[in-house]
């Protein structure tokens, strides 16, 4: 399965620890979960995951093993904020006072030989990985976002963590805006999420022109994927209708 590919082990136990009872479920509810591996929010995330996903089967054990609740309490503060800005809440099933306290076996968090994780200020922020298909990705996201533009950077600042980002109001192409104010219309501000914490390229100087998208989240705009638009003006026509042609 994609979210434990190279995970350690080959045998996996059924029903699993969320309830799942077949192979197939298990492919179909984990899927929903690998693009948070590529955000990178925690060392431990796949091994969290995958103890509930897909928990290891031992033959020498008759029950299985949870992970230990400082693993899950570990991976949940890591990345909750980066779910939050996404508009996703940390779920009821992965509630970490469900899992043994460490005075018990369970899979514990990564300890010291596995090395610190990286500098945060050295991290590249969830929205700005660049994988080299950019206008692919928009298309693929498109429908699950709440707001999806082209536009030129005003100005980036900082606040309380966060990046505002200002959009120049030439030049801009909405093309999602579900439920946007007349103000927001006007003058479009979209947030970065703890961006003051990492670093996105996209975002850096005025004038630089990116294509952008993300949902609302307690009453802001904010950015979930992000991408410099390095191509022409014809390029951007011949994008601009393929993504009119999409139906969401």
Not at 113 to 121: A, I, L, N, R, T
Not at 168 to 184: A, M, P, V
Request: hydrophobic fraction near 35%; proline fraction near 8%.
């Amino acid at each position: 399965m994609t979210l434990c590919h190279g995970v350690g082990y080959s045998e996996m136990r059924l029903p699993n620890l969320l309830g799942h009872d077949t192979v197939r479920e298990v492919l179909q509810q984990s899927v929903s979960w690998v693009p948070l591996l590529t955000k990178q929010c925690h060392p431990d995330t796949k091994k969290f995951l995958c103890s509930l996903f897909a928990p290891v089967c031992l033959s020498e054990l008759e029950e299985p093993v949870f992970p230990c609740r400082s693993l899950c309490e570990d991976v949940r503060e890591g990345c909750s904020p980066v779910m939050a800005a996404f508009g996703f809440p940390w779920p009821e099933m992965l509630n970490c006072s469900r899992f043994p306290r460490g005075d018990e076996l369970c899979i514990p968090p990564a300890g010291s030989e596995d090395g610190p994780p990286p500098p945060k200020e050295d991290a590249v922020c969830p929205a700005c990985l660049d994988k080299g298909h950019n206008e692919q990705e928009f298309l693929e996201i498109f429908c699950s976002q709440d707001f999806a533009l082209k536009m030129s950077i005003r100005s980036v600042s900082g606040v309380a963590g966060d990046l505002k980002v200002v959009a120049e109001n030439r030049g801009r192409t909405l093309y999602r805006k579900d439920g946007w104010s007349e103000e927001e219309l006007k003058k479009p501000v979209l947030w970065l999420a703890g961006g003051e914490a990492c670093a996105c390229q996209e975002l850096v100087g005025p004038g630089a022109v990116v294509l952008a998208a993300g949902r609302r989240v307690a009453g802001r705009l904010v950015i979930s994927w992000v991408r410099k638009w390095r191509h022409g003006e014809k390029e951007m026509k011949k994008f601009s209708r393929a993504v009119r042609k999409l139906r969401c």
